[in-house]
């Protein structure tokens, strides 16, 4: 006689309100069940890095990749910003050259 595999034990659990919304927007964006999406997630901290399934460890991962983050937005920023700064200064360096000009002929049409 063959055997059905065995289902994972289950386990209630009780969520806050807001919190299961939020878990079940998450599962629905990734198109997972409610259950797929938590056990994906638990099994993503307490993954063989012992290092990243410490409180600290977890901590120091979410600060990382927040900095990283943050840093693409202010390295896009600055780009941006810089890229401006050059049309500026080409304007800006036009202009001269046409006071400039101006001004040398005002000079030789005064002599």
């Known amino acids: 006689m063959k055997q059905e595999p065995r289902q994972p034990a289950s386990y209630p659990l009780r969520l806050e309100t807001e919190t299961r919304a939020k878990l079940e927007a998450l599962a629905k964006a990734n198109g997972r069940s409610l259950n797929a999406q938590i056990v994906l997630m638990l099994d993503g901290l307490l993954q063989s890095d012992s290092e990243q399934t410490t409180p600290d460890g977890l901590v120091a991962e ?18 941006s910003m810089a890229e401006s700064i050059k049309c500026e200064f080409a304007e800006l360096s036009a202009l001269h050259n046409r006071v400039a000009r101006d001004l040398e002929e005002l000079n030789k049409s005064s002599k």
């Open 62 to 79: 979410r600060i990382k990749e927040y900095v990283r983050q943050e840093m693409a937005e202010q390295q896009a920023k600055l780009e």
